[in-house]
């Protein structure tokens, strides 16, 4: 026995030094009572999916939070304030986002944006809620922020799965189509978005059947099998619902087996990789959105135009023309309100005070915001924010000549 | 009077590593850390029955998250779907993780070297496919949320800082239970079949039924694990049990040393101290210093990091001594 | 179902097949002559494939040399991680020599993610995208590409092993290694050539893949778990074996979806695989279990 603790002490030592040694020296515990100085800075934290198969949404969430804490920070902060922004890589994994959420609790941050999908929201807001911190998403599943009431420190920014699936029924309803099959991927989004398709009012308030409902997983990388399956049907339309590369891949394999019936996908689709990996595929394809997409078509007197063409312009320059979509925007959105309510909060309030005021600007002083996925009105009842009536909400897509154009019904 | 010293070394030294421990969770100490080495204490339960299945019978197993998430899913179904008391949905998960355990043993042990370890490999992904797919009782691919906390009573262990004791206090307890059962007959049966199972069937040694039951003990032992994983994290997802999970915990068994089982805290340590703390600093690079420090530790320290360790700490006290004699 | 619908799930299920036969093959050939299980056998498929797409795209190279570039560079990579990372551990454990090829991968997957490209890519297809009528089922051309070059690939390995020299030194090694250098072969180069052999077959596999289905820099684990299983259906020791065994998973997958039986969904398929492989596992080592009593 004696011998084991000499090395249990080498042990504990040896961890010991590599715990405190690999750290950067960050102060903060979890919330306590000390009032913070007043020129120590905002620390607000950020979860997205930079690797990982929902990379191709996260990778310009970060760039869009970063260009507008940048921005503050060379107009020297707020009230005297610097910002300092800590993004942490989930990886598109839904555990990690809830471990990152902790983490970042702990170094204490006043309220985190993201993360980039459903799955990881509802698993970060576990952990944000219990340690009540503000968590703004940018993920679009409706059981996120619903009821607003089961979620009173989570908000997010994408317009809901339902009022994108309302949209598109809409568009069926008035092109006389009834009979739909469904594809969506059996994961976070396309599960949640799958709930709200098959919801009972909703397809009688259109007149919507669904004939066939078949799922593909996050990774399958050949759904001609569950085509096939749907081919055997009457379906006139198929809705895809999912991100990255499910619905790329569908496209294409509807190509090859030379179905005719529309594709009809979900806003998830909403960045350059899905028309570069489905080819030529990718024409015809009809998708919800905000109207970043289509913004050159938009008429002068669009309410949301010049704001979207100034943010497209900025986030262009500083990185790479054609690279803001609307996940970038849904991110900007996010940090954006964060950053608002720290401009009307007043100083020397602890972490835990500082916390909670941010989640009670959001939910009551977030009114005719103006921001990239619409305006937004939240609400105690509202989380989201964005208007619900379809129409207003998101206009549709169509991809044509490997590019997005407006479809005006 | 040097040999007054070495005797208050040895109780110095159990009372600085107890007060370290004790203190970890402490604001003012290294509290924020808690998180950490609460999911440490967790991995290191896993580790150890791991450590005892591959070490002691030489049996691989690249499913070892199969157990690790049954445990974790019936615990999570029953306390919250159910109503069942923490404690007894923890102790139910167990029995029946052992039984599935003892169920396939028998007919996994039939098969030897590369096509067990693809059975447990297969056993791994197909309770994984399970997971994600039985949503009516799993919740999916999205997982359940809203999991309770274990109580005793009117105390409710749901600050890190009680989760912190808890989860260590069972670490230990399997700690010390599985030294016994090393020191044991037990013990020395396994050695004889690790050894040559040939050697131990001739002596009479049941060798099947030996491995069969390391078997249900280091799944007894994961679905522990995982039990306490839930009732931590509130919270339950497929993605923890997938395929490159089984690998970590092969990996955190391998750095701490297969026939080590105190080895096992320090592999699970490490290993989760790469993942989570150093390597979140540099994104995108993480996993590629991930797969480096892996192939080199088991280059360099094929018996695992801690006996690693081991050795340099003996070598440095024999010199020691050495000196000590010189006039 | 109809007869073109079930040629339909047939060919799905042979090209998909295919690419499990190229991942096994590779498992095979260093299994059989090292005895070590390559868990970055997966990686180098998608070496194949993202190295073909970056070589087309971004250095703007033509198609042709393109892929035969990107399979070289896959072989090339293949033999550094042989010298590496397997010769320096040659008396490691072959659990030790697991998880070193599973850092490898690892290690492969992270600097591709952060040097090539973290996003799904897809090359163009070899000959076009419009898909060809074949008995009432429609199939893209890129998967008789597919299946020809999984063929292609197996005859020529079959005819190098069995008439050539230093494949026949190969096979020797793989049969007895300690016989095979009494007579001069030299174990050691004979194990590099085998990870070079079979990172080549892994990048042939990417390269006809990759404008079927899009890739990722995470690809190859899901391509190394089912070429692996390939593998053992085929034993591990014969490649035309691992080429059955892939062909067989993959109609097996196909299939399970087209049953659509009961609650097992399409996305049971992986599992259904799984369980008739476990089951045809344990058939066999009752088999074996019989030869060794009787013999």
């Known amino acids: ?409 | 009077m040097l040999v007054r010293l070495k005797r208050y070394w040895s109780y110095l030294a159990i009372a600085a590593v107890i007060a370290f421990f004790i203190l970890i969770p402490f604001d003012w100490f290294l509290g924020r850390y808690t998180t950490l080495m609460i999911f440490i204490g967790i991995y290191t339960i896993v580790t150890v029955g791991l450590c005892l299945l591959m070490g002691y019978t030489g049996q691989v197993s690249l499913g070892q998250a199969a157990f690790f998430g049954m445990g974790a899913y019936v615990s999570a179904i029953l306390s919250k779907t159910y109503g069942v008391n923490p404690w007894g949905a923890m102790i139910v998960a167990a029995v029946m993780t052992g039984a599935f355990a003892y169920i396939i043993g028998y007919p996994i042990f039939r098969l030897k070297g590369n096509y067990l370890a693809m059975a447990t490999l297969g056993l791994g992904l197909i309770m994984w496919i399970l997971f994600k797919e039985l949503s009516q009782f799993t919740g999916g691919p999205d997982g359940m949320s809203g999991i309770p906390f274990l109580a005793i009573g009117g105390f409710i262990f749901d600050t890190s800082f009680r989760r912190y004791f808890l989860v260590w206090a069972f670490c230990l307890a399997v700690l010390l239970i599985s030294q016994n059962i090393i020191g044991s007959r037990i013990g020395r049966a396994l050695r004889a079949i690790h050894g040559s199972e040939a050697a131990a069937e001739s002596i009479g040694i049941n060798v099947t039924q030996f491995k069969v039951k390391i078997l249900v003990l280091s799944a007894v032992l994961a679905s522990l694990a995982g039990s306490l994983l839930v009732f931590n994290m509130n919270f339950v997802n497929p993605q923890t049990f997938d395929f490159m999970s089984s690998v970590k915990l092969v990996v955190m068994a391998v750095i701490g040393g297969l026939a080590s089982i105190w080895g096992a805290v320090f592999g699970a340590g490490v290993t989760r101290l790469l993942s989570e703390e150093l390597l979140v600093r540099f994104v995108g690079w993480d996993i590629v210093i991930y797969g480096l420090i892996l192939v080199l530790i088991m280059i360099f320290m094929p018996d695992g990091l801690f006996v690693k360790l081991k050795e340099i700490f003996e070598r440095l006290r024999l010199r020691y001594r050495q000196r000590g004699t010189e006039p | 179902m109809s007869s073109a619908q079930f040629v339909q799930y047939l060919i799905s299920g042979i090209t998909s097949g295919s690419v499990y036969a190229l991942v096994g093959l590779g498992f095979t050939i260093i299994y059989a002559v090292t005895k070590i299980i390559n868990f970055a056998q997966g990686e180098f498929v998608m070496l194949g494939g993202l190295l073909s797409f970056t070589l087309i795209h971004s250095a703007g190279l033509p198609a042709v040399p393109a892929l035969i570039l990107s399979i070289i560079i896959a072989a090339a990579i293949g033999a550094v991680m042989y010298l590496l990372a397997i010769r320096p551990a040659q008396k490691a454990s072959v659990v030790s020599l697991i998880i070193i090829t599973i850092g490898a991968a690892i290690f492969i997957r992270g600097i591709v993610g952060q040097e090539l490209t973290k996003s799904f890519v897809r090359p163009p297809s070899f000959s076009g995208e419009e898909s060809i009528s074949f008995l009432g089922a429609h199939i893209d051309p890129q998967a008789l590409w597919i299946i020809g070059t999984m063929v292609m690939v197996t005859i020529i390995l079959h005819l190098f092993l069995t008439y050539t020299m230093v494949g026949k030194a190969l096979k020797a090694c793989a049969i007895n290694p300690v016989a095979s250098s009494l007579v001069g072969i030299n174990p050691r180069t004979m194990a590099l050539l085998a990870f070079v052999l079979a990172s080549a077959v892994g990048g042939i596999g990417g390269v006809v893949l990759a404008p079927f289905t899009p890739m990722s820099y995470q690809s190859g684990v899901m391509l190394g778990l089912k070429g692996f299983v390939a593998a053992a259906i085929g034993g591990f020791r014969s490649p035309v074996a691992a080429v059955f065994g892939g062909l067989l998973l993959g109609i097996v997958e196909s299939f399970a979806v087209a049953a659509n039986w009961g609650p097992f969904t399409s996305a049971y398929k992986d599992a259904i695989a799984l369980v008739v492989l476990l089951l045809i596992l344990l058939v066999r080592s009752g088999k074996l279990a019989e030869e060794e009593r009787a013999g």
């Open chain 1, 1 to 409: 026995m004696r011998n084991y603790l000499k090395y249990a002490v080498v042990l504990v030592l040896a961890v010991a030094l590599l715990a405190l040694g690999g750290m950067s020296c960050s102060s903060g515990g979890g919330g306590g009572a000390t009032p913070t100085p007043s020129a120590a800075p905002y620390k607000i934290g950020a979860i997205f999916a930079l690797t990982g198969f929902n990379s191709t949404l996260g990778d310009t969430e970060p760039l869009a939070a970063k260009m507008l804490v940048d921005q503050i920070n060379a107009n020297g902060g707020i009230n005297g304030h610097h910002l300092e922004l800590t993004i942490y890589d989930n990886e598109s994994d839904t555990v990690k986002a809830a471990t990152l959420a902790d983490k970042l609790i702990q170094d204490g941050v006043l309220a985190i944006i993201g993360p980039t999908s459903t799955g990881d929201s509802n698993a970060a807001k576990v952990e944000t809620a219990k340690a009540e911190v503000p968590l703004v998403s940018c993920a679009s599943g409706s059981n996120i922020v619903e009821p607003a009431g089961n979620n009173t420190w989570t908000f997010n920014t994408p317009q809901l799965d339902f009022v994108a699936i309302e949209r598109i029924y809409t568009y069926l309803q008035e092109g006389n189509i009834t009979k739909v099959a469904l594809l969506t991927d059996t994961a976070g989004f396309g599960k949640a978005g799958l709930a709200q398709l098959k919801r009972e009012d909703l397809l009688t308030k259109y007149g919507i059947t669904i004939v066939d409902a078949e799922t593909y997983g996050t990774y399958d990388v050949d759904m001609q099998n569950q085509l096939n399956n749907i081919g055997k049907t009457d379906a006139q339309a198929v809705i895809c619902w999912g991100t990255n590369p499910g619905p790329a891949i569908i496209a294409r394999d509807m190509k090859t087996l030379k179905m005719n019936i529309p594709l009809i996908c979900s806003h998830g689709i909403a960045f350059r990789d899905f028309i570069d990996i489905a080819g030529t595929a990718a024409n015809g394809v009809v998708f919800p959105a905000g109207k970043l997409p289509v913004v050159d078509e938009l008429p002068a007197t669009d309410p949301q135009k010049d704001f979207l063409e100034k943010f497209r312009a900025d986030f262009d320059s500083q990185y790479g023309s054609g690279r803001a979509n609307t996940f970038a925007g849904h991110a900007y959105d996010a940090i954006s309100m964060v950053v608002q309510a720290l401009e009307n909060m007043p100083e020397g309030l602890s972490t835990a005070e500082a916390r909670a005021f941010i989640r009670d600007y959001i939910e009551n002083d977030i009114k005719d915001f103006v921001g990239t996925g619409g305006v937004f009105n939240m609400s105690p009842q509202n989380h989201n924010g964005l208007p619900r009536t379809p129409k207003e909400a998101m206009i549709l897509v169509k991809i044509d000549n490997m590019k997005w154009t407006w479809l005006q019904d």
